[in-house]
């Protein structure tokens, strides 16, 4: 079969409508994918990204319905096929790969066999393998994807692997039988960032060699790794589509412009990263550093053989903010359970106010508890359940002395402080938005007037609109309240855009600390290098192929020369 | 968003209870008037025996009918009530307090404590439930009270389980965390959060398991190691009515249906108290 | 993995101990003289009451008593019957086929017909998923006692499709079996169904989707799987319910069977018997369960390398 030149797109939808009974998920979206091009569908949740993409596969969900003005992949009217024809389509024609393999693969059976089981369903396509050939195939593409000793890997299970080979392992599934189109729902997300850009590199190679790719995130700085035309989306709507270059560095519509504006890695400390339409971002006003807060010496802890922190020192002060970044496992966690006295190091001490937790009688650590507070990732299970807001500030309030009669008083100014309202008082957290969950959380830790406020991965959770917002309140906050912040983030860019001095983690030691924009700029550590390098840009290095496969470029370079299969 | 949209929707939704659960609030309420105050309901005497009028099918004199000694069914089963509620009662208050206290005696009474309690816990399991039943009456004899002990005796180290398990989840929980960095005394952590939320979710079992205690206590009754005839009690008056199957099936499915009835709207009521404690949780 | 094994051979030992340890104190608890305890309802010689003393010791201090009770239990002997006039163990002995076979049957059902049901109607209409769930409702809310009175007078007085008492082979086995697995199989069913609907939720259900698997394919080389450490863990602790239910089925039906033994040693006040039948059942129990243990290690590869 020759293939021609100038293709007609893989897939075309326009006006693409898709609702979910009386709730409109999907409102007239149009995009088309060609082959050897990256499209991205950039959005918050909740945005019908994921849903737009599932439609492709025919697998929008039960009681979902579907319609389009057209609706074709590979030329062909799609808006009619029956579950036969669209099993056909997935894995044989387009391929389809979710975030987190962990819980993406099937977690009791060898991720071997997860791949050959595409192989096993596409027979008579072309370029299918025979059952015989299957075994060898299936090594043949864990080579392709990367994987080093495909034969071992091939036996194991996801839970086996780390967190890079299960998503390339998922990978191998998804282009098993060579689909002209990949879509990627989100397919870095849950990576740590060096995982992630050996990820994006290996669909970056997939698109070299023809195949068309779908890519969908909330990620601005992933899709412009690699996108070449980006849609960005919003309640079910495309807000703004053009190529990704001009999307992302001029782009039309507020709503993208205020997503830009709200990633925080770009943008220096005091920098207010929530702007609403038409105002001019007032900055965060700096305070200098007070007196020293906390002060943890040598910090030793380990469970069982495995040492989670080995050595780690740090200052403090007042009206400070210490970041401390690191990938999973880098003992950042560990560390802050150690400052707020929830664990004991087995070497080391940590201090709070010049005073240490050791060898304080119980009544005395509560008293030193009131001043370093913290929040969570997830707010919503560190509110008991059965309480609402009202309770929870109660506890809080009463715990720093506040007199019973001045407490709803106060727990509205509280509420007030962090940009919420007296009505959210009789309300449970279970019944708030994420982003209102978190200020509750904020409030809480505001309440016995702390000097410290740990803060463990606190906008991890949250879409990047909230998560500016959020950051924008710790900032005020600290600001207005001179509160210090022990800032943990695997996020580099969050942890840049907050942080004054910063503490690079590995294996629980620390490889690299120092000054926000010294650590940044000219890192002395090469694992730190490392890190930087692999972080997503929002404007990346110029790259002579990406320049060429841009749709608005002549159209007689678009299909790449080297196509393996079909 | 789209799908957790719906799934709040449909959470909401569960709140209203369906027509079933109506409906068995209603039985069970007729279950309570007839357990409390009988004579409401009939205006018979459950033991006043008729032998002209023995084995008579449903009918207007007789709705349920009459068993072999012409005692109507339907006044039986009425008076039947109050011992039957009893033992399913009895037995899940004695075996959710005793539970309770062992549960909490092994998640916060140390280690030793808890290992001792919990290999108790499961030596208890380990023995079939009727059968540990079976064991108890041999040694202290049939009778109302004895049936309600033994079945307090085996469903207590399920609760003790329980219990234990929570507690255990809950004390490594965020809130519990959080509460402690904000300073609050072990003791009123414990009392505050630990305890309610523990409490919660066993109270709501304890519900859906009067049911099965209820069951427990007929099928002893019915083995005839329960109250003693002739007592009105619907696992024995079951018991009574087996000898007359073929000859009149009123005596003894009109008592398994008066137990099913009742089992199936607990099942139901404490299910809906499930829905809504967990729509409430998350 | 060893370690595991052995832990549970561990405690399930201690379990036994235990159970033996249960028994122990029932017979002391009872009410009375324990020699009269151990005679029941009958009447024996006073030759036969010195022997009793003498075997069980009991002229001698408790401890003594609980060790050489030990002794014998470890030994196999379960003491003896003295209203059977035969040892216990040669007693259980001979009612254990009639049981396994009423055991093994209704657990059979349960398997087959709650598997096939929860694969039918997991995530299917309403109207299908509300049928079952309103079955499954009255199964586990109507007494086994009742089901085996219903299906009797139904079946073998008003149809006479079934021989009313005992009855050899399959005809005679249909009636108890299904009155015992049905409380069984309507629990397991539920549990299956909730636990598939959670599972055909996950992400991997939809990938394996997306590589082209039809939806029945789905359910059975994927979900299925996912299903079954629930179900294997319920099946455990269900044969102590099925051990329990046997005893009011077999009566209702005139069968042969451990339950009886129990029913008629209990009414008779034959502690040994009970004594024995207890301890039997724990050590059926126990074995179960690591059975159940082992199935885990088969089924789910993410708990091999745990502990």
Redesign the interface.
Known sequence: MTEPIVTEPIVEVTGLHVS??A?D?VRGVSFAVHAGECVAIVGE????KS?TARTLLGLT?DGARVRAESFRIEGRDASGYRERQWRAIRGGRIGFVLQDALVSLDALRPVGKEIAETLRLHRDVPGAVSRAETAGRVLELLREVGVPEPELRARQYPHELSGGLRQRALIASAIACHPRLLIADEPTTALDVTVQAQILRLLAERRRRGSGLLLISHDLAVVAELADRVLVMRDGVVVEDGPAARVLRSPGHPYTRRLLAAVPMEHAKGTRLSVAEGETARPIPARPPGEVVIEARDLVRTFGRRTAVDGVSFRLRAGQTLGIVGESGSGKTTTARLV?G?LKPDAGSVEIDGRPWEGLT?AE??????H???I?Q?PL??????FDVRRILD??LG?GGEPRRTRRDRAVELLEQVGLDASVLDR?P?RLSGGQRQRVAVA?ALA?RPRVIVCDEPVSALDVSIQAQVLDLLAELQADLGIAYLFISHHLGVVHHVSDHVLVMKDGRVVESGDVRQVFTAPAAGYTRELLAAIPRLDPHPDPHLEDTRPDAPLDVTAPAVRKAS | ??????TAGAGRARRVPRPGVWAATLFLTLVAVAAVAPALLTSGSPDAADALAALQGPGLAHLLGTDANGRDVFTRIVFGAAPSLLAGLGATALGVTAGTALGLLAALGGRVLDEVVM??V???L???????A??????TGPGTVNVIFAIALYTAPGYARLIRAQTMVIRR???V??????????GRIVA??VL??AF?PLLVLATIEV?TAL?AA??LS????GPQPPAPEW?AM?AGG?DY??VA?WI??FP?VA??LT??SI??VGRHLRRLSEG??? | MTRLVLRRLG?SL???W??V???FT?LH??PGDVAD?LIGNSTVTPEVRARIIADYGLDRPLPVQYVSYLGRVLRGDLGQSYQLHESVASAIGAQLGASAQLVAGALAVAVVVSTTLALLTARRARWIRGLSSGLE??G???????TA??L??VFS?QLGWFPAAGGEGLSGLALPVIAVAIPVTTLLTQMMRENLETVLDEPFVLTARSRGMSDPGVRLRHALRHVLVPAVTLLGWV???L???M??VE??FSRQGIGQL??A???G???PV??G??LV??LV??TV?ILVDLLYLVIDPRLRGAR
């Open positions: 979910f009974g709730i998920a949740s909740g945005s019908g849903v969900g707020l929830l119980p650590r509560r008293e030193i508890r009131r370093v507070q913290v969570y997830d299970s560190s509110f008991d359940p059965r506890e809080a715990v449970r279970s809480r016995p | 968003m789209t799908t957790a949209a719906i290999r108790l499961e030596v208890v380990a023995l079939p439930t009727l059968l540990l079976l064991l108890v009456i041999t040694v929980t965020g809130y965390e959080a509460a402690t960095s904000l300073g609050l005394t072990r505050r959060h309610p939320n919660a049911g069951v007929a099928s019915y083995l005839g190691l696992g079951l087996r199957f073929s099936w003894a499915i398994g137990i099913t089992v199936l099942t139901v409430r949780a998350s | 405690t201690l379990v036994l235990g159970a340890t249960v028994s029932a608890l009872t305890a409702l009255i586990v809310s109507i007494p086994t006692f009742w009175i219903l009797l007078t007085f044969v102590g319910l051990l329990g239910g005893v009011a009566q209702i129990t029913l040693a209990v009414i006040k034959d502690l009970v004594m039948v207890v059942t724990a129990y126990v369960n």
